[in-house]
């Protein structure tokens, strides 16, 4: 099988799909692997440390799309500057292997369909035991919850941690993270690393325990309905359980230097959890990173891509933060493709299951069918089964 590493062509995306290390484990496994020229160069991994990992660095954009069996990306496929959609530049009957967007873009996996690729999405693996070294929302959210919380550190005029100095006694700064997933655990643990006192809230009351063994306080706020979905993922509440929570986090919004806010709901709008009038109640100088920011934001005013300021309260809505830190965010994602590679494939040649859940859940097209329910819904095509 020969196996294709494309080079990111969205505008601030520095990661790459495989990095050096990766490549040498499929190469040893039998597999062929092709690297497009400079595809490491933005994340710090050159083309001679891939062609020593044992790829072939190839310049010609388009050779590479069209001879590879499997191509595995970060981002989407999209335009080109030269007018090319990367979609045409994808052999017919071929495997492309990213984070596909499906949900928020349809039209491009029915593209993918008519262009008879079989697509995996990475948003799609299932959040089960034995996928979880190919979950890569996980790694990226790690990713995402460290830099948040780095981002607030630098943005706040005060310090994180206590310090007792002869030029007197500064009380730690108090931490508020909103939304104690995967990205919100890890901003917990690296506020509590930096030495702030950390609280947290969730409306999935199983994260209390995960949140306290973090040394932070979990703040418990009585809904009386069923907050969690299928996956272990939240679910959206009523208007009376956001009124609740609202209510109860309004005075911990107040007393925070810094509040970090995570809380998503899969396939909707980002929930708004901190209003104008509690941001209104903080005190000058604090802090907010919205990670929630490409999906809406937790909180009102944010803006994607932008640090506004009202009332010296900065507010920060960023985007894409695992491109930010594209060494460790490109290694996680490389280990994820990787193992997932491996599940898809058998003696170096891919060999699809579809029996198994994690190849049929994270596929969204084959055989010139979008194969996934929900994308089909969102085009308003009948379910078709495979
Ligand atoms: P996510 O990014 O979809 O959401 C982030 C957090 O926001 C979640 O903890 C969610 O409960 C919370 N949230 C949603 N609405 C909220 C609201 N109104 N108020 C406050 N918080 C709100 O989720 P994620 O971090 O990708 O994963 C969530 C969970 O999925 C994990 O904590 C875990 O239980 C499960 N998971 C399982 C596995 C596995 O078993 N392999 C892997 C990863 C995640």
Known sequence: MKI??????????????????A???????????????????????????????????VADTAKLWNEVDLLLKVKPPQQREDGQHEVNLLREGSVLVGFLDPLGNPALIQQLADRNVTAFSMELIPRISRAQSMDALSSQASVS??????????????????LTTAAGTIPPAKVFVIGAGVAGLQAIATARRLGAVVEAFDI????????QSLGAKFVEVQLDEDTVAAGGYAREVSETAKQRTQAAIAEHVKLSDVVITTAQVPGKRAP???????????????????????????????????????????????????????????????????TLVQHLSKDGMLQLDFADEITREACVSHDRTVCNARVQELLGTPMQVR
């Open 23 to 57: 490549v040498s484990r499929l190469v040893k496994q039998g597999c062929e692997v092709w690297v497009e020229a400079g595809a490491g160069e933005a994340a710090f991994f050159s083309d001679a440390a891939y062609e020593a990992a044992g790829a072939t660095v």
């Open 272 to 338: 708004l959890l901190v209003t104008e009038a509690m941001i209104a109640q903080m005190k000058p100088g604090s802090v907010i990173v919205d990670l929630a920011a490409e999906q809406g934001g937790n909180c009102a005013g944010t803006e994607p891509g932008k640090d506004i300021n009202h009332h010296g309260i900065t507010q920060i809505g960023p985007i894409n933060l695992p491109s930010a830190m594209p060494i460790h965010a490109s290694q996680m994602y490389a280990k994820n493709l990787l």
């Open 145 to 162: 919850g460290y830099k948040a919380v780095l981002l607030a550190a630098a943005a706040s005029p005060k310090f994180f941690p206590m």
């Open 4 to 21: 294709g590493v494309a080079k990111e062509i969205e505008v601030g995306e520095r990661r790459v799909a495989l990095i050096p290390d």
């Open 204 to 211: 999935r009351p199983a994260v209390k325990e995960e949140v």
